[in-house]
């Protein structure tokens, strides 16, 4: 089993910096990725951000591309997600998840990810 405990939301200006943490505790050294999952009122859970250990490859959702960084230190399993230039429709409820070893992973799929956190919200004013 593998734990994670998000923290680092808030409440923020439009044009602000927001870090969200991901820490993770338990059976962490099987993990082979972590993504950085939101989810906004009546939408569905879309994919933000993830990272493969192995290798450090990273994906990016088009629309943070070149303001949000995924980053983890695997010393104290902990992903970060450094987000800048915050907009209000970066509102929502942001999630990190772990993904075990398999034999195929798609990064943008939150159904290849088998532990989640509960939430931090993340609200953007404008």
């Known amino acids: 089993q593998v734990q994670l405990v998000e923290s680092g939301g808030g409440l923020v200006q439009a044009g602000g910096s927001l870090r969200l943490s991901c820490a993770a505790s338990?059976?962490?050294?099987?993990?082979?990725?972590e993504g950085w999952f939101r989810q906004a009122p009546g939408k569905e859970r879309e994919v933000v951000a993830a990272?493969?250990?192995?290798?450090?490859?990273?994906y990016y959702a088009d629309s943070v591309q070149g303001r949000f960084t995924i980053s983890g230190d695997n010393a104290k399993n902990t992903v970060f997600l450094q987000m800048n230039s915050l907009k209000p429709e970066d509102t929502a409820v942001y999630y990190c998840?772990?993904?075990?070893?398999?034999?195929?992973?798609?990064?943008?799929?939150?159904?290849?990810?088998?532990?989640w956190g509960q939430g931090t919200q993340v609200t953007v004013s404008s």
């Open positions: 998840a772990a993904k075990l070893p398999s034999a195929y992973y798609d990064a943008r799929r939150a159904g290849m990810y088998e532990y």
């Open positions: 338990g059976r962490t050294f099987n993990t082979y990725a």
């Open positions: 990272i493969r250990w192995t290798g450090g490859r990273t």
